[in-house]
């Protein structure tokens, strides 16, 4: 079975450019979390969808920071313009939301690098 | 503000030891604490989960103790073995794991042998 997708697995761009991060769920699962890992501050939660619509973006650290999911099976997460702080591994997982319970199941995540 | 506390930050233990990690919450209204296990270069795998109607829950060599009075609970990994080298991870979740989570900082375990 086909786990958490996430393309690109390793991004490395220069201060100010655009960067677009991107997730396929798990066929079937209707909730989808983006996170993000650094050393300092661990993993934090930023956005999370449920049924394609945001339900909780209070972790986004600020404007340049936009998600998007246009479709049960896609999203996306992008950072415009990139920032040296943003440097960090950037996590997609999935559930299958029933009631109130659900496993999250993360992907392998994208390491950026932002110079 | 830090919602989940995790301790220690890193633990030896001894092949065929007892690895103890342990974590401390605040918000009252979280009702779901899973574990999760995350090996380098690698997303976080759940490894065990627990809700609060429960004080305990095993699932073979891994082990949730769950203190709701102290809002506390711990990861117990029996007979640890080298294999089980890894960073983990506490959280908690209002939502049953259908909301957001909300990690500790981590324990990264060594299993020397």
């Known amino acids: 079975d086909a786990g958490v997708i996430q393309s690109p697995r390793h991004e490395v761009t220069e201060m100010g450019q655009e960067v677009t991060l991107r997730c396929k769920p798990i066929?079937?699962?209707?909730?989808l979390f983006w996170y993000r890992q650094t050393m300092m501050r661990g993993l934090e939660l930023l956005i999370y969808f449920n049924n394609n619509v945001p339900i909780d973006d209070s972790g986004m650290p600020e404007d340049r920071f936009s998600a998007k999911m246009p479709n049960a099976s896609f999203s996306t997460l992008k950072i415009q313009p990139s920032e040296p702080r943003d440097s960090a591994v950037y996590f997609c997982?999935?559930?299958?939301?029933?009631?109130?319970?659900?496993?999250?199941?993360f992907g392998p995540g994208t390491r950026l690098l932002v110079l | 503000q830090q919602q989940v506390k995790q301790s220690p930050q890193s633990l030896i233990v001894q092949k065929g030891g007892i690895s103890i990690i342990n974590c401390a919450y605040e918000?009252?209204?979280?009702?779901?604490f899973p574990w999760y296990q995350q090996f380098p270069g690698k997303g976080p795998a759940l490894l065990i989960a627990i809700r609060p109607d429960v004080s305990e829950k095993k699932e073979g060599r891994f082990t949730i103790s769950f203190n709701k009075s102290a809002k506390q609970f711990s990861l117990h990994i029996m007979d640890s073995q080298p294999g089980d080298s890894a960073t983990y991870f506490c959280a908690a979740s209002p939502g049953g794991g259908a909301d957001g989570l909300t990690f500790g900082k981590g324990t990264h375990l060594i299993i020397q042998p």
């Open positions: 918000n009252t209204a979280f009702d779901y």
């Open positions: 997982a999935s559930t299958l939301r029933t009631g109130l319970a659900g496993t999250q199941y």
């Open positions: 066929s079937g699962h209707n909730s």
